[in-house]
């Protein structure tokens, strides 16, 4: 797959993402990981879950909230955990929740980053490569 081919993947889930965000709470690790997600797909509702109580305060804060979650830990051993209690929390709460965003862009993104706090200084770097004509 070439850098073109990617970026349009990449594309395709952040617009996936995007509609999905008015009914959705995204459960990411950080603040870092908000602030690279922000100018991707815009404003959007968020668990901070390392800074705001863990995997059963999350579930708890979207089931109150009444709307599904957005699984979006990163990609590596410490996010694979979270990811794996968000999901036993959110099930346990009866929650809605999507873990296929998460595994997309994981799947795209792996070779070259392990968390989402990167993805928008790839995505860059992937857009320039393309408009500089390195498909």
């Known amino acids: 797959m070439n850098n073109l081919e990617r970026l349009e993947l990449i594309d395709a889930v952040l617009d996936d993402l995007d509609s999905q965000i008015r ?7 950080g603040l870092k990981d908000k602030r690279s997600l922000e100018p991707l797909i815009g404003e959007f509702e968020c668990f901070m879950v390392q800074r705001e109580g863990g995997p059963v305060r999350a579930a708890e804060y979207v089931a109150e909230k009444g709307k599904k979650a957005i699984v979006l830990t990163d990609w590596d051993n410490k996010g694979e955990y979270l990811a794996y209690e968000l999901e036993a929390q959110l ?4 929650v809605q ?15 070259d980053i392990k968390d989402i706090e990167s993805l928008n200084t790839m995505y860059k770097r992937l857009m320039e490569k393309c408009t500089d004509g390195d498909f």
């Open 91 to 94: 099930k346990a709460m009866c």
């Open 23 to 29: 009914s959705s709470i995204i459960l990411i690790e």
């Open 97 to 111: 929740y999507d873990t296929c965003i998460r595994k997309r862009l994981a799947d795209l993104c792996r070779k």
